[in-house]
């Protein structure tokens, strides 16, 4: 039976130290690896031990899945090859264009081993002082400003009803403007939880109430952030 070994990448450059020795053990017992991206991959492999052979192992570039990476797959789970899936931060299938391959390895009957790393939604969750029982990761908010503020308030009012966290990204270019439009439409009572560089020699998760958030808005451009609001 080919194993399919869900491979946690670090979410910070300088945190090797996340990373438990038994993904080498499973990164030897594999023969292909599917990547979201290969170059990143390739020089992950290498940081975590220096003695493998990277060119020893049959490489698949994940490109949110097309058809003709799942043609590949199933080939190598046919051959009864161990697969490597290795996500570009945090761990596969969570945020990430890998679940659709575990999905495939599910429906074919593979052993799929998912092994413990670090994930920025679970760290900034355990951090943040709210709600770990009911909670939602929502994903990327809307770009367009009208939208963004439709959805920002959609979420705050689900919080508040359900008594639930709601989670979200942003690429860290937009940091800014994200943190701007909350400030300005959720509620003063209204918790945000802040975590950026997690896992990193700057490592900050922060909880105040959005009307405290204003006393001292932070600098968050082009650094990985990720935010948590429940509203009271």
Not at 141 to 154: A, G, H
Not at 169 to 184: A, D, G
Request: proline share 4%; charged share 20%; with cysteine.
């Amino acid at each position: 039976m080919t194993t399919v070994y869900l491979i946690p990448t670090i979410i910070s450059e300088d945190a090797i130290n996340t990373i438990p020795n038994y993904i080498i053990t499973a990164i030897r017992d594999s023969k292909v690896i599917f990547a979201e991206d290969e170059r990143t991959a390739r020089r992950f492999l290498k940081s975590i031990d220096s003695t493998i052979v990277i060119d020893h192992f049959e490489w698949h570039t994940i490109h949110k899945v097309e058809t003709e990476q799942i043609i590949h797959f199933k080939s190598a789970i046919k051959s009864n090859k161990n697969i490597a899936i290795i996500s570009e931060a945090g761990c596969p299938g969570i945020a990430d264009p890998g679940q659709i391959l575990i999905s495939v390895a599910q429906e074919m009957g593979c052993l799929i081993k998912p092994l413990v790393g670090p994930n920025s939604i679970l760290l900034a969750l355990m951090a943040s002082g709210m709600n770990g029982q009911n909670f939602e990761f929502v994903g990327y908010l809307p770009i367009d400003n009208v939208d963004r503020i439709k959805k920002i308030k959609e979420i705050e009012a689900s919080s508040g009803r359900n008594n639930s966290t709601k989670i979200f990204i942003e690429t860290p270019y937009r940091n800014n403007q994200l943190v701007e439009c909350l400030l300005k439409n959720c509620n003063g009572s209204t918790k945000l939880c802040i975590g950026k560089n997690i896992t990193g020699v700057n490592e900050s998760i922060v909880t105040k109430s959005i009307k405290d958030w204003k006393l001292n808005q932070p600098e968050l451009h082009k650094v990985p952030a990720i935010f948590l609001i429940h509203a009271y």
